[in-house]
Each structure stands twice: as structure tokens, then as C-alpha cells.
């Protein structure tokens, strides 16, 4: 059964978005997507149309959770009247459940953020097990060389050996190439006045932001539109920082989290 359609189950059952704590704008996005995406039985429909060699395939890149399509039941998927009946296999799934993907599963370079979406288009971020979200954003940079981690470390600007440190560090000459982490919408461009200096805050939907900091310059500005992997800054060391390199946060719901789960 496909997760599409599974999700489509869901959809149609889950009470109105707002029940879920969505902000508004998420829940009119969600509801946009939602009425534009065809209903379970008619993705059933494709899905069984292609045959069971394309399931397998459309399997491989983590779409499908499981092809039990019989080649000969292929017209009775194609009737909704039919496919309503008893006899239609369990399309539900727990909200819970946890699916494994590879990371070769990320997305097509059709549709590159198309496992992000999938999650955050059920689910708030915050709903997002941590074997979901593995691998789910894109590097910020080209070369990802990790510095100071997420969480409470000794500050280096005063020492300070209680510091939450709110984001990923990655070292990076300024005037670094920063990219946008999946397709969003940028949401702040400017200075930081809590020692992010030059800041972006991009907003992927359904309670998941990034922010990209200490820039030396931004190229986006508020209301845009980004693609995933687009450019977006160049790294610098504005703000409360020591030296050139990228300060990466990744926020759920309002409140950071290790962006090394996301990555
Ligand atoms: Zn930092």
C-alpha cells in the first residue's frame, strides 16, 4: 500500500487543521496542497496503472512503504466503487509509525525536497520522529565541517561554561557560498539584535524553520520564495562571533534543536 494513499486516509479523517495547533497560514498552505493532490483512491489508481514493476522502482526511492498491488487486481483498483469495498487492503497507518529511509530517498531533482514534504505535509515538524528527520535538509554548505555543536558548551566570547549554544557551528571563510537547506519561504533578512548578526530565517512549512548566521551578506529578502539548495548568503562573522564560519539553528515549533538530526 502506498503511503500516499495511506496519508490521504488520514487527511480525510484528521478534524480541521486548526485542532492540530497549526498557525493559520500553515493550515491554509496545508489546506491548498491538500485540494490540490489528488484523493487515495485515484493515487491508488495511478500507482496500480503503472504496474507492479514501476512499484517496486517507485519503492526504491521511498515513496512506497509496501507494493502488494497484484497485477490482475489493476482494474479493480482503477474503481473507486470498488476500491471503497471490503475487500480494498488496510491503507491506514499509525501516526507514529517510523519508516525507514535511505538516504538516496531524499528526493528526485525533480522534486528534491519531496521527502520533507511528505512528513511536514501529515504532520507538524514537531510530530517528526528523529528517523524521519534524519537527513531531511540539505547542507548549508558545500563542505560541511563541523565546530562547536549543538547545546550547552563553555562560551567562547566570555567563557562562560553554562552557554546554550542555540545552533550548529560549521567552519567556513567568510564569503562562503550558504545555501537554503530545502525549499522555503524567507521569513527575516536582516540584523539579528541577539548576537545572530547579519541573519536568514527561512520557514519550510508546517512549524520548521532554519536560520543561517554571522553572515557577511544576505541575497534573499523577506517574502521570497527559495528553492532548496539555492544561494542565499555568504558566510561571514557578524554578530557575537569569533571568526569566519556558518552558526546553522534548525527550529521546530518555535524552539531550536540539534540541526545534526535534520542533516
Ligand atoms: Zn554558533
Known amino acids: 500500500m502506498t503511503q500516499q494513499a495511506a496519508t490521504g486516509r488520514r487527511r480525510a479523517e484528521a478534524p480541521a487543521a486548526q485542532a ?32 507492479q514493476k514501476a ?14 498491488l497484484p497485477t490482475a487486481g489493476t482494474e479493480a483498483a482503477m474503481s473507486p466503487a470498488v476500491a471503497d469495498t471490503a475487500q480494498q487492503p488496510e491503507v491506514t497507518a499509525s501516526g507514529e509509525a517510523v519508516v525507514a529511509f535511505s538516504r538516496t530517498s531524499v528526493g528526485s531533482q525533480v522534486d528534491p525536497d519531496g521527502r520533507l514534504k511528505q512528513l511536514l505535509s501529515v504532520q507538524s515538524a ?20 563541523a565546530s562547536s555543536p549543538f547545546g550547552y558548551r563553555v562560551s567562547p566570547l566570555s567563557g562562560w561554561a553554562g552557554e546554550f549554544h542555540r545552533g550548529q557551528d560549521f567552519a567556513a571563510q567568510c564569503g562562503t557560498a550558504v545555501k537554503a537547506a530545502a525549499s522555503g519561504t524567507v521569513t527575516f ?44 548568503a555568504l558566510s561571514g562573522t557578524s554578530g557575537a562571533s569569533t571568526g569566519c564560519h556558518l552558526h546553522f539553528e534548525v527550529m521546530v515549533n518555535g524552539e531550536v534543536v540539534d540541526p545534526n538530526g535534520w542533516l
Do not use: C, F
Open 20 to 51: 492540530h495547533g497549526l498557525r493559520p497560514r500553515d493550515a491554509a498552505r496545508r489546506g491548498r496542497r491538500a485540494a490540490a493532490r489528488p484523493g487515495p483512491v485515484r493515487q491508488l489508481a495511478e500507482i496500480a496503472g503503472v504496474g
Open 55 to 68: 512499484g517496486v522502482a517507485l519503492a526504491a526511492t521511498g515513496l512506497v512503504l509496501t507494493v502488494t
Open 126 to 145: 514537531g510530530g517528526v520522529s528523529p528517523a524521519q528527520a534524519k537527513h531531511t535538509l540539505g547542507a548549508p554548505l558545500d563542505s560541511m565541517v
Open 189 to 232: 533578512a536582516g540584523w539579528h539584535p541577539y548576537g545572530g548578526g547579519n541573519r536568514v530565517v527561512i520557514d519550510h512549512g508546517n512549524g520548521l524553520e532554519t536560520t543561517y548566521n554571522h553572515l557577511s551578506s544576505a541575497s534573499v529578502s523577506v517574502g521570497q520564495k527559495v528553492e532548496r539548495g539555492a544561494l542565499i
